[in-house]
């Protein structure tokens, strides 16, 4: 299979054919070859979200594996990193692999699959990075896996109080309480990576303990004085608009490595209940990446480092060959054309919860999406559905 464009290849976009092999991966990249099919628009590669929650099993009706990957196809995203946080909790190779095997049958890109890392589960090997909710689990040092993947909720039990409204639920769950969580894991002297940073002294403290860190989209474009209600609902919560210019301009310098949803998707019932009972979460996985791609048409950001932030980085984070358009990898494109922006509307996403925050926002969608060679997306149409599979993490050394 040959494919031709407009590439986005080593920090530029480049007119090239690509030759794809058997196994979905990129075998040649030429300036032109015989029989090329002619991809129009400019061609990246697949958005990777490192942090979804696709609800399956156990609360499959605010989404399930279907929709969720579907809603990340259409929005560019062609790798998923779906959190444990499921009922039951995937804590034991057993839940993981019965996991893996039910929803492999109806992902629409590829995926892989977090294991809840609890006290008594680090020694677990499976090719799969470990998601710590600091605030439900306290977890030991020597119990704290090595050679893995660590993402980190970084908030604690004994700092979280709740609130009725959504600027309050703010100091409900204060940026000093991230902060003092990101301390504590400093004290274990292991790299751990934080899941949904809310604020620049959190990236700080990051740095300072050579953690990796990333931001979600509802964090960099949406705050605390919002008219949402609890559909602003999140934890850590929506912070004030200056910390979320200021994070976005940590992103832009390079001091947050990259960007992951958090997809976390609840019904309206749920959302419209009163604040405090509301739960918390924010869908997302089909909007951020068009988004972007708007914010780079307005240069706000540049085309590369949104690559890097979206694609190339957090697929590197993980130790797989994604995220980018190079000899070896996966052969997993978008296409747009930076002309298309539309207004995002949620009746047009493909959401099990049927709302999104965005509705005023504006965002560039693909309009093909090509997955390990095969077009998944075209002209704006799934033309193959569940051909997603499963990606293992591997694991490093265990020292
Ligand atoms: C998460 C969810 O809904 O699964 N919600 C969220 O606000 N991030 C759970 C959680 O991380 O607390
Ligand atoms: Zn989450």
Redesign the pocket.
């Known amino acids: 299979m040959r494919y031709e464009g407009r590439f986005y290849y080593r920090g530029e976009l480049v007119e090239a054919c690509i030759e794809i092999g058997e196994d979905g991966k990129i075998e040649r990249i030429k300036k032109s070859m015989d029989g090329c099919e002619k991809i129009d628009g400019v061609l990246l590669p697949g958005g990777i979200d490192i942090h979804v929650?696709f609800r399956e099993p156990g609360y499959e009706y605010k989404e399930d594996f279907y929709t969720g990957t579907l809603s990340a196809a259409f929005g560019g995203i062609t790798f998923v990193v779906d959190?444990p946080?499921n009922n039951p909790p995937i804590d034991s190779v057993e839940l993981w692999e019965e996991k893996k095997s039910t929803v492999g049958k109806k992902a629409n890109v590829d995926f892989a699959l977090f294991l809840m890392l609890k006290s008594y589960n680090g020694d677990v090997r499976v090719n799969a990075p470990f998601k710590w909710?600091m605030?439900e689990e306290n977890i030991e040092k020597k119990n704290v896996p090595k050679g893995v993947f660590i993402t980190v909720?970084a908030e604690l039990k004994d700092c979280i109080s709740s609130s009725s409204y959504l600027r309050g639920y703010d100091f409900a769950r204060p940026e000093a309480c991230e902060r003092k969580a990101i301390k504590k894991l400093g004290e274990y002297g292991r790299k751990f990576h934080i899941a949904?940073i809310s604020s620049v002294d959190s990236v700080d403290l990051c740095k300072i303990f050579g953690f990796t860190c990333e931001v979600t989209p509802h964090h960099l474009f949406l705050h605390r004085d919002m008219e949402l209600g609890a559909f602003g609902?999140?934890?850590p919560p929506l912070r004030a608009r200056w910390q979320a210019e200021k994070l976005w301009d940590s992103l832009i310098n390079g001091r947050i490595d990259i960007v992951a949803s958090?997809h976390?998707p609840?019904t309206i019932e749920e959302k419209e209940q009163d604040f405090e009972s509301a739960?918390?979460?924010?869908p997302e996985v089909e909007t951020y990446l068009p988004i972007f791609m708007r914010l780079v048409k307005e240069n706000r950001i540049g085309l590369r480092r949104a690559v890097e932030v979206l694609m190339e980085k957090p697929a590197q984070l993980l130790g797989v060959k994604k995220g980018k358009i190079e000899m070896g990898y996966d052969a997993d494109l978008i296409a747009l054309k930076f002309s298309d922006v539309k207004r995002i509307r949620a009746r047009d996403l493909h959401y099990k919860c049927g709302w999104s925050p965005y509705e005023e926002f504006y965002g560039i969608f693909p309009h093909s999406v090509i997955l390990r060679g095969e077009k998944v997306i075209e002209k704006g149409e799934i033309i193959a559905e569940r051909t997603g599979k499963f990606i293992p993490v591997p694991r490093g050394e265990e020292s």
């Open positions: 929650h959190m946080n909710y605030y909720h949904h609902k999140v934890n958090d976390a609840h739960p918390p979460g924010i």
